[in-house]
């Protein structure tokens, strides 16, 4: 464990040295691996894409027109995230508040290597994530006196930040003329900071839809009970406010597989499905503040697990089409499989007397369809514009959306371009806006107050690719 701890300090480090990370936006994922990608609406199925293809469709490798390219870049990504309280009108913005928060900046390396037929790849990706800071004075950190009902600050945090990080082994071969294949085995670690406060009625209504079990349970409920000492609500942080550790963490494996058609001299087709992730239980220390109703916090220090927490499956078909010598058009369309995964978060707590907590929070995302559209129009040998969109139906659902994992935006608009500083290297930058989205959630368990979520953000992302 030591040394998998290590492997994953040292990419990254070698990778961001400013130390902070990456987030997502298609739900958990990034809109597209690489600045070519990204600028095109995340298009990457059926054209070249650079090296960052092999984290979309690995047959892709096989388009590079040299035998070796050697890439860099990182994503800039600022997010723009506000819940309302719409009980009482107040508002709690998600802003920098903490080291390991935003603005987020998420690293890219690759290597290709042609021999014969074969392209072979290896690279390091942040592939996604999520990141929130509401801070410990927000109406999100608010209990209840369950005496007198008035409202009384804990003083805890709200926060949240999920690294999943990607490490493709990639191959692609020209099986004929027309047909490629290519397929690649992924080494996928994922670290999770979170820091959750839930009120009293939330603990009241996960007890009662069955959601909540073990040996401290009964605590929980006595502190509910007629006579009891009350409850304004209980806290779980799992967090390390440091640039790059995780509070809990996981280390495992997935891979893909892909195809490239070419139909005609001008249009190509392509296909991808990358399998769900088979990830080990992510884990590490927290602590369980239950807040009395007087406001004694009772802190219990001990273990705790994220079961079963995968990523989904995806398939990918695309098509692009040489309009002429200058300008590509593509198109992909994906359906990712988020129903499959994302039922409940499934958190088993063990405090270091032994006595244990299970709770079920309920997500019951939905699968995911995005349409992405890109085209690009090459100005002359060193310059090359792109632009595009990205349109996706909505994973998650209103009443079980929580303030701390806000992955709602939907809809995107990006442009770049690309700067051949040599012929044998170029810049590639590309900017992606996601547009505001807006969800609600009208009650417990996944809220106190109902509230409104309102979330947008931009990406910038910069690649530098050597080609030999």
């Given at each position: 464990m030591l040394q998998k701890k290590l492997v994953v300090g040292l990419v990254v480090s070698a990778l961001s040295a400013s130390g902070q990370q990456a987030w997502a936006t298609d739900v958990f994922h990034l809109e597209g691996i690489g600045a070519v990608s990204r600028a095109m609406g995340g298009t990457a199925v059926a054209q070249d894409v650079g090296p960052g293809g092999m984290l979309t469709n690995p047959a892709t490798l096989s388009l590079a027109p040299n035998d070796r390219q050697a890439m860099i870049g990182l994503d800039l990504v600022t997010t723009d995230i506000t819940v309302r309280d719409q009980a009482t009108g107040e508002s709690a913005s998600s802003n920098s508040h903490g080291k390991n928060r935003g603005p987020y900046i998420a690293p890219e390396a690759a290597f290709t290597q042609r021999i014969g037929d074969v392209v072979f790849g290896i690279g390091a990706f942040a592939r996604g994530g999520l990141g929130t800071e509401y801070g410990k004075n927000s109406f999100l950190s608010r209990g209840i006196d369950p005496v007198s009902g008035t409202a009384r600050n804990t003083g805890l945090e709200n926060s949240s930040r999920l690294l999943v990080l990607d490490i493709p082994l990639a191959a692609s071969f020209r099986a004929s003329e027309a047909l490629t294949v290519g397929a690649s085995v992924d080494a996928i670690w994922q670290g999770l900071n979170l820091d959750l406060f839930l009120r009293t009625d939330q603990v009241g209504a996960l007890v009662g839809d069955g959601r909540v079990s073990g040996g401290l349970t009964n605590t929980l409920l006595n502190t509910l009970a007629p006579g009891g000492p009350g409850l304004q609500g209980a806290h779980f942080s799992l967090t390390k406010n440091q640039p790059l550790a995780s509070g809990i963490d996981a280390w495992g494996y997935t891979?893909?597989?892909?195809?490239?058609?070419?139909?005609?001299?001008?249009?190509?087709?392509?296909?991808?499905?990358?399998?769900?992730?088979?990830?080990?239980?992510?884990?590490?220390?927290?602590?369980?503040?239950?807040?009395?109703?007087?406001?004694?916090?009772?802190?219990?220090?001990?273990?705790?697990?994220?079961?079963?927490?995968?990523?989904?499956?995806?398939?990918?078909?695309?098509?692009?089409?040489?309009?002429?010598?200058?300008?590509?058009?593509?198109?992909?369309?994906?359906?990712?499989?988020?129903?499959?995964?994302?039922?409940?978060?499934?958190?088993?707590?063990?405090?270091?007397?032994?006595?244990?907590?299970?709770?079920?929070?309920?997500?019951?995302?939905?699968?995911?369809?995005?349409?992405?559209?890109?085209?690009?129009?090459?100005?002359?040998?060193?310059?090359?514009?792109?632009?595009?969109?990205?349109?996706?139906?909505?994973?998650?659902?209103?009443?079980?959306?929580?303030?701390?994992?806000?992955?709602?935006?939907?809809?995107?608009?990006?442009?770049?371009?690309?700067?051949?500083?040599?012929?044998?290297s170029k810049i590639d930058f590309a900017y992606s806006h996601a547009l505001r989205e807006r969800m609600s959630n009208s009650g417990v368990p996944n809220t106190g107050d109902p509230i409104e979520v309102k979330h947008s953000q931009d990406n910038a992302t910069v690649n530098y690719t050597l080609s030999f």
């Open positions: 891979g893909r597989l892909g195809m490239l058609y070419q139909a005609s001299p001008a249009t190509r087709f392509g296909a991808s499905y990358q399998f769900k992730s088979q990830m080990d239980d992510m884990e590490g220390q927290a602590t369980l503040t239950a807040v009395l109703g007087d406001g004694t916090e009772l802190p219990i220090h001990g273990s705790i697990k994220i079961l079963d927490f995968q990523m989904p499956a995806k398939l990918d078909l695309g098509v692009s089409h040489k309009l002429s010598d200058h300008r590509i058009v593509a198109m992909d369309v994906s359906r990712v499989f988020w129903k499959e995964v994302m039922k409940d978060i499934k958190v088993a707590f063990v405090a270091d007397s032994g006595a244990d907590l299970n709770i079920q929070l309920p997500q019951n995302y939905k699968d995911q369809t995005i349409l992405a559209l890109g085209t690009s129009y090459a100005l002359s040998k060193e310059w090359t514009l792109r632009a595009g969109a990205r349109f996706a139906t909505q994973a998650l659902r209103g009443d079980t959306l929580f303030a701390v994992i806000p992955a709602t935006p939907r809809k995107h608009l990006s442009f770049g371009f690309s700067y051949a500083v040599t012929p044998s």
